[in-house]
T-cell receptor, first 116, second 117 residues
């Protein structure tokens, strides 16, 4: 079974600085998808960015980018020019392409604080 | 754009009581999911439904039942609530239907905070 590990329960960053959140996963599959979700205090789950395993190019969405290292099974999220609104829980998630489930397997999350 | 709607938003139950959490999506998605979120545990899959008329167990199904009433609605029932079921429950839906659509994300409702005393 696949597992997702986020080794940093909490992180802190100064406003306007850059922070990287770590995520590693364990799988024997070669084709899969990876996601980062943000959960602010409102509890809403918001998609931040996604990556397809067969694409070597790292995904980017405005200030958010990933460092996808397939051989190392690593999928870190970099937030540039951090803003107060980036303060939230961040979840890394894995999706297998096998079967009909389509569900995401989540890590335990990293709580990001942004200091003004 | 309602997306995924969950009701209720909050609920307090006594041990042994039953209740049903309702979920509806208006995006014509085939797949629907129920997750629970506990502090320090992330989100764990309770049940999922890959299409209307089918349901399957996820990682933590014990103590729960589900019904995929139609394509829009997927309900979660607690027959005899226990304090261990105190959690935040999320319903989600996705267009995921085979390899070609697995880059589509899960769309989540706003969650139900359930407390069992």
């Amino acid at each position: 079974a696949q597992t997702v590990t986020q080794s940093q329960p909490e992180m802190s960053v100064q406003e306007a600085e850059t922070v990287t959140l770590s995520c590693t996963y364990d799988t024997s599959e070669s084709d899969y998808y990876l996601f980062w979700y943000k959960q602010p205090p409102s509890r809403q789950m918001i998609l931040v960015i996604r990556q397809e395993a067969y694409k070597q190019q790292n995904a980017t969405e405005n200030r958010f980018s990933v460092n996808f290292q397939k051989a190392a099974k690593s999928f870190s999220l970099k937030i540039s020019d951090s803003q107060l609104g980036d303060a939230a829980m961040y979840f890394c998630a894995y999706r297998s392409v096998r079967g009909s489930q389509g569900n995401l397997i989540f890590g335990k999350g990293t709580k990001l604080s942004v200091k003004p | 754009n309602a997306g995924v709607t969950q009701t209720p938003k909050f609920q307090v139950l006594k041990t042994g009581q039953s209740m049903t959490l309702q979920c509806a999506q208006d995006m014509n998605h085939n797949s629907m999911y129920w997750y629970r979120q506990d502090p320090g545990m992330g989100l764990r899959l309770i049940y999922y439904s890959a299409s209307e008329g089918t349901t399957d167990k996820g990682e933590v199904p014990n103590g729960y039942n589900v019904s995929r009433l139609n394509k829009r609605e997927f309900s979660l029932r607690l027959e005899s609530a226990a304090p261990s079921q105190t959690s935040v429950y999320f319903c989600a839906s996705s267009e995921a239907r085979g390899r070609a659509t697995y880059n589509s994300p899960l769309h989540f409702g706003n969650g139900t905070r359930l407390t069992v005393t």
